[in-house]
């Protein structure tokens, strides 16, 4: 019998120390072509949207909201009330057509397309194992699981230690060439079902769960279920390597006009124009408490209950504070790492999306409750 072939490589491992090496740390969100490959995902370019000239909001609000962006270092501030585009706002040379690296923020989007899959009637229902949509989990104890417990990260893989050396399963999901091997090597440290604990590992099953249903790369599931009728122009994935694996759980590079388009989405209740693209009950049950955490539903955070030091988990030390309780009690948002942020408020028709510089000591309740405090 011969053996094994010792995984990672050692090409796989020098991939990662190179990637590593030249990885832009302070201006990641901005460099948007630094990673490759690339995979396009096509876009249905809509006419881009126009600030209104007389807000809602009261101007004060609108401009502590500027003031307290431009002290955060931001590249973009959109804020939309009411059906209009009530602020639109770059800086540091970046515009409408600025495509942006929002890290986790991606996570929400998957969550969206394997809705509109259900709606498709392509995934039957999230109560099915894992196993029956992505086949190389078929027999294991993590394709039993029901596929909700993915989305829910809850699902037991535990995040391994950050950094680690470039052979182990943390860099070589992050950065390598096979993101189904770096998986596998995810420990399964955390309780399932009851115990909330945050891994990128999650989302990239969602996404081989949605491909293994449509029977579509989930570039090409995502522009045709979401991208598409949404009207947002086109956008691009990271992948593990030339035809393979996207990086599900982060990495959708796309401007901030097609990040408001998308809280948009969510705050329609799936539909765009009379189109129902995503079922309204669908995103009912993605924006709820889910059982493992009250403060999060499936990849999407919750602002209620009020928790004033939010965390991912045990395996994960990152602790980002909430200091006031959001003004609204149903404030939910997508959550890219260190203050990307799409924030969607239906009580007040509100979405608000912030793209910018990594800021370590983001507030979460902030900004939305300096626009929240206008009205």
Same mark, same amino acid.
């Given at each position: %019998?011969?053996? #094994?072939? @010792?995984?990672?490589? =050692? @090409?796989? !491992?020098? +991939?990662?120390t190179q990637r590593r090496a030249s990885f832009p740390m302070q201006s990641l969100v901005t460099s948007i072509d630094w990673y490759q490959p690339q995979e396009v995902v096509r876009g249905g370019n809509a006419a881009p949207f126009e600030p209104v000239v007389s807000p809602s909001i009261r101007a004060d609000a609108l401009a502590a909201a500027e003031a307290l962006a431009v002290e955060q270092e931001s590249h973009a501030l959109l804020i939309w009330r009411g059906g209009r585009l009530e602020l639109e706002r770059y800086w540091n040379g970046h515009g409408r057509t600025t495509r942006f690296e929002t890290a986790s923020m991606a996570k929400s !989007? %998957? &969550? +969206?397309?394997?809705? @509109? /899959?259900?709606? &498709?009637?392509? +995934?039957?229902?999230?109560?099915?194992p894992l196993g029956r949509y992505v086949a190389w989990e078929k027999t294991t104890p993590r394709g039993a699981l029901p596929v909700r417990a993915y989305l829910e990260m809850a699902s037991g893989i535990e995040t391994p230690p950050f950094g680690g050396p470039n052979d182990g399963p943390y860099w070589q999901y992050a950065l390598g060439d096979d993101l189904r091997g770096a998986v596998a090597h995810w420990p399964d440290g955390c309780a399932p079902r009851t115990e909330f604990c945050y891994a990128n590992a999650n989302t990239a099953m969602l996404g081989w769960a949605i491909e293994g249903a449509t029977g579509t790369r989930y570039a090409d599931w995502l522009s045709r279920s979401i991208w598409q009728p949404i009207g947002a122009g086109d956008a691009s994935l990271w992948l593990d390597r030339a035809g393979g694996s996207p990086r599900y759980s982060c990495c959708l590079i796309a401007s901030g006009q097609d990040w408001l388009r998308v809280g948009l989405l969510v705050l329609n209740k799936g539909k765009v124009g009379?189109?129902?693209? %995503?079922? /309204?009950?669908?995103?009912?049950?993605?924006? =709820?408490?889910?059982? #493992? $955490?009250?403060?999060?539903?499936?990849?999407?955070?919750?602002? $209620?209950?009020? $928790?004033? @030091?939010?965390?991912y988990g045990k395996a994960i030390r990152a602790v980002v504070p909430a200091k006031q309780p959001f003004a609204r009690d149903d404030v939910v948002y997508f959550d890219g790492s260190a203050g990307q942020r799409v924030y969607i408020v239906p009580s007040e028709q509100m979405v608000i999306v912030r793209i910018g510089q990594p800021q370590v000591d983001w507030d979460d309740s902030a900004l939305p409750n300096a626009v929240l405090v206008g009205i």
């Open positions: %019998v011969p053996m #094994a072939e @010792a995984w990672p490589s =050692a @090409a796989q !491992v020098d +991939l990662v !989007v %998957v &969550a +969206l397309a394997m809705g @509109a /899959a259900v709606q &498709a009637g392509r +995934l039957r229902s999230v109560d099915d009379g189109k129902q693209i %995503v079922a /309204a009950d669908w995103i009912d049950r993605m924006t =709820a408490p889910s059982p #493992a $955490n009250a403060n999060y539903g499936w990849q999407i955070w919750r602002g $209620n209950p009020h $928790n004033p @030091a939010r965390t």
